[in-house]
């Protein structure tokens, strides 16, 4: 790594969230007395190494302009896309005149608000001096099973099985040719499979278990204990 070698941050926050039953898209609920994407922006904010946050919002969007964190003067603005990857490529694309290709870009999701510093600090040390990059994971504690309907085929081996979390971290070069690479393509449900299908080995690097994603009604309350207990 030299010296001028900077880390960028991007998060989609285009989603609507339909898992949550809410009258808003997930990242407006409110969580600990503000929004959920809120709180998970002051998480990046804290911890102090990002030149930039790029946020992928849906243009339709009435709530991103009435939120004070969104004329942070590290926040950018990105147009949002229909799929995930879609927005994660705007966001590359809103700071292309600022970044460089070796670069290091850290992408989050909008609905993770109980990452820490310490873990952003702890992948960072982890991936800086490698050759690909990789991702927040958890080893997986649970009996996994093969399922077809809702008949057992078979017991997965856990110990090769990890839960991708966020952020996951790559060279802004590299991952927006990833990315522009595998354009449209279902499999590209994170930023590790679109290197994947390039054939490279993206890196685990294992995160804390409460940098929980909320996707159900119940989560808010969680998320809320972790918050309180951080």
Same mark, same amino acid.
């Given at each position: ?11 989609? %926050?285009? *989603? ?5 039953? %809410?009258?808003?898209?997930?990242? &407006? ?33 009435? &709530? ?14 990105? %147009? ?29 999701? %909008? ?60 060279? &802004? ?6 990315? +522009? ?9 994170? +930023? ?14 294992? *995160? ?9 009604? +119940? ?6 204990? &972790?918050?309180?207990?951080?």
């Amino acid at each position: 790594m030299t010296d001028t070698t900077k880390f960028w941050a991007v998060v989609p %926050a285009a *989603g609507v969230g339909k898992r949550m039953n %809410a009258d808003r898209p997930k990242q &407006y609920l409110l969580l600990a007395g503000k929004t959920v994407l809120e709180q998970t922006l002051l998480r990046l904010l804290q911890a102090d190494v990002f030149s930039a946050i790029s946020v992928a919002i849906s243009e339709e969007d009435p &709530y991103w302009p009435e939120i004070p964190i969104s004329c942070h003067e590290k926040i950018i603005t990105a %147009a949002g896309g229909k799929e995930r990857a879609d927005s994660v490529l705007s966001g590359l694309k809103s700071i292309r005149d600022k970044a460089s290709d070796d670069d290091w870009v850290l992408v989050h999701d %909008a609905a993770r608000p109980c990452l820490t510093a310490s873990d952003i600090h702890h992948l960072i040390n982890a991936l800086i001096d490698d050759e690909v990059g990789g991702i927040l994971a958890l080893s997986s504690h649970d009996t996994l099973k093969n399922v077809q309907g809702n008949s057992i085929l078979g017991t997965l081996d856990r110990s090769h099985i990890w839960r991708a979390l966020t952020p996951q971290m790559f060279r &802004y070069g590299r991952l927006k040719k990833a990315l +522009e690479a595998a354009e449209g393509n279902p499999a590209v449900t994170d +930023e590790a499979s679109a290197l994947e299908l390039l054939g490279l080995q993206p890196k685990i690097v294992e *995160g804390r278990p409460d940098n929980i994603k909320i996707t159900r009604p +119940e989560d808010l309350a969680l998320a809320q204990f &972790y918050l309180e207990q951080q």
